[in-house]
């Protein structure tokens, strides 16, 4: 009987990709999934380290494993950000951690497993590996209606507050031939939306082209038979490029929306978070790209009570917000990271009360925004992809518009992966209500 293997995923789209990535390469190796870990013979915990207590949420789980699997003990492997920061004090400290396998040693776990069943253990891999190709058609995608594709693995910015440069190392470009293969491969298996991934994905410059820059990938993408819609995730203010706008612009599967991350609306606590821009710059650039897009919807992420952050600067941040009127935030309030500049550098210093009074002035302050934004769309006829039933009732589809946002309406499951046009008829802060109008494709 073939042996079963259970992923669990922490955070971000990257790490989820990851999984997806994990479990081509154990289908690969004969291993079936299972439906829960006390099924398993592997258990593999794909770990994040950018939330809080990302390690106390590794041992919950950990402990989880040890009671279901009653009398059958599965292999625990853990992966990820907290296996790259802990490497092997995750062995000593979680006695139910077999292998530790870090972020660019992913490929190496059936090996590893291997060797482990045949008593050659080497249990701890985070050394760095600079290849990032990955087995073609290996990659076993959990969405059937959107694929990501990694382009860029690792980032060399070192923002403050930030510990991706220390737990998935320096950036590294994929070739961009491999990219576009993917994306053939994807988009001929139905994958209707593209989702580009990198830690600075518009900072892309291919190995193997030297005239192909983010803009290049786009329109190469663009060109993919099957692709609807594209989109990235997470590009920096700093390397949106004349090029970048212009070819969101001409390219009409890019999707109108860009995340936009601005972490901070004060340029005092930005050049101490070394985030390299200021709000002029950041202003002048939302400017510059609503000009050449009216109709772009931005979203962005804001970190509250960072280190020296006083008053004067939420201030700046709650001003910042109001004027860019984004459609969509994720939020946070600052706390250290292991290994970090600001953990090492900036005392932790603004109130605890502060940073928690601050954060719902902002979340207000921005499903404020969100609401008048949604109220706008009401009466008019929108283009969604539709990706899910509906999370609140099964008679009702989701889908996204090209802005993001999600819009739930009745229809049958058959509309499932389908370009529709649904008419907006209801509004609420973070989603849409509507009637489908509409088949478009
Ligand atoms: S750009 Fe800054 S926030 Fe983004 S991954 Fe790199 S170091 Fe982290």
Known sequence: MPRKYFIETFGCQMNVHDSERLAGLLDQAGYEAAVAPNEADLVVINTCSVRERAEDRLYTELGQVAENASGRRPIVAVTGCVAQQEGSALLRRGRRVDLVVGT??????????????????????????????????????????????????????????????????????????????????????????????????????????????????????????????IRFASPHPRHVTTRMIGAMQALPKVCRHLHLPVQSGSTDVLARMRRRHTREDYLA???????????????????????????????????LVKTVGYHSMFSFKYSERPNTLATQRLPDDVL??????????????????QEGLHRQQVGHEVEVLVD??????????????????????????????????????????????????????
């Open 104 to 229: 660019q040693a992913l490929a190496r776990l059936p090996e590893m497993v291997a060797d482990l069943e045949h008593s050659r253990p080497e249990r701890v891999d985070i050394n760095p590996y600079d290849n990032v190709s990955f087995p073609f058609g290996v990659t076993k995608r959990s969405d059937p209606v959107k694929a990501s594709v990694t382009i860029i693995e690792g980032c060399n910015d070192f923002c403050a507050f930030c510990v991706v440069p220390y737990t998935r190392g320096h950036e590294r470009m994929r070739p961009s031939g491999e990219i576009v293969d993917e994306v053939r491969l994807a988009a001929s298996q139905g994958h209707r939306e593209i989702q580009l991934l990198g830690q600075i994905v518009n900072h892309y410059a291919a190995p193997d082209r030297p005239d192909c820059d983010f803009a290049a990938l786009l329109e190469l993408v663009h060109e993919v038979p099957g692709v609807e819609r």
């Open 285 to 319: 650039l939302v400017e510059r790209i609503r000009t050449a897009m009216p109709d772009i919807a931005l979203s962005t992420d804001v970190i509250v009570g960072f280190p020296g952050e006083t008053a004067q600067d939420f201030e700046d941040t709650l001003s």
């Open 352 to 369: 605890a009360a502060d940073k928690t009074s601050r954060i719902v002035e902002l979340q207000n302050t921005q499903k404020g925004i």
């Open 388 to 441: 899910s039933t509906s999370r609140r009732r099964e008679s009702e589809l989701a889908g996204r518009t090209p802005g993001n946002t999600v819009v739930n309406f009745e229809a049958t499951q058959s509309l499932l992966g389908q370009l529709v046009r649904v008419r907006i008829t209801d509004s609420g802060p973070y989603s849409l209500r509507g009637e489908l109008a509409q088949r478009v494709g």
